[in-house]
């Protein structure tokens, strides 16, 4: 698979064992100021609740299909991201499972809640989520469409329809990068 974009995993940094690259001097650099119409890449989030590893699964075709689309994304496990920097981003894309009656995937309960009051306008955004309709006909994918009422409540504009998948996880991921690509050709 040939990437287009980049990827940022939070806490994972490469080293050169005994090599040592300067850092470049940027003093005489000039600010670039996009006037071309040319379309920069979007700078893109995707957090993720996963207790089984599904939604992380799908999580990763989602940014492999951001990053055609020349996103340039960050991945982060919910439990290590916080309201506060959804800011620092163009867009947002949210992927959390469904449990019981419809609840949100345990770790993204308490990140739900804090979004409450904070400002997202200006910011795109998209969720997508695994579930099971057969157990659950009257809950499958809530979380999906709590978590897109939360952005939605925070100013955040829905960029596309959220994605559900109904069981196996494994069969969907080609549709989850085409929708990660969808996502990315909507900012």
């Given amino acids: 698979m040939h990437l287009t974009g980049t990827r940022i995993i939070e806490g994972m940094r490469g080293e050169l064992s005994g090599v040592s690259i300067p850092k470049p001097n940027t003093s005489n650099l000039k600010p670039y100021t996009n006037t071309g119409g040319i379309k920069m890449a979007a700078k893109v989030v995707l957090v993720f ?30 439990t290590e991201a916080s309201v506060g920097e959804l800011t620092d981003y ?5 992927g959390c499972s469904t449990w019981g009656e419809g609840d949100l995937q345990d770790d993204f309960v308490d990140f739900h809640e804090a979004m409450d009051g904070v400002s997202l306008e200006g ?13 659950y006909s009257d809950s499958f994918c809530v979380a999906v469409d709590l978590l ?11 960029v596309a329809e959220g994605f559900k998948v109904d069981g196996e996880v494994e069969p969907a991921f080609e549709d989850a990068e085409a929708w990660g690509l969808k996502v990315a050709k909507a900012l």
Avoid: R, W, Y
Avoid at 63 to 77: H, I, R
Avoid at 90 to 94: G, N
Avoid at 148 to 158: Q, R
């Fill in 49 to 78: 609740g996963s207790t089984t590893g599904n939604t992380e699964m799908l999580s990763e075709h989602v940014a492999a299909g951001l990053e055609q689309g020349m996103a340039n994304v960050t991945v982060k496990n919910v």
């Fill in 123 to 135: 910011k795109k955004a998209a969720v997508f989520g695994p579930g099971d309709s057969e157990e």
């Fill in 148 to 158: 897109e009422e939360a952005l939605k409540k925070c100013g955040a504009e829905i």
């Fill in 90 to 94: 163009d867009a947002i894309v949210f």
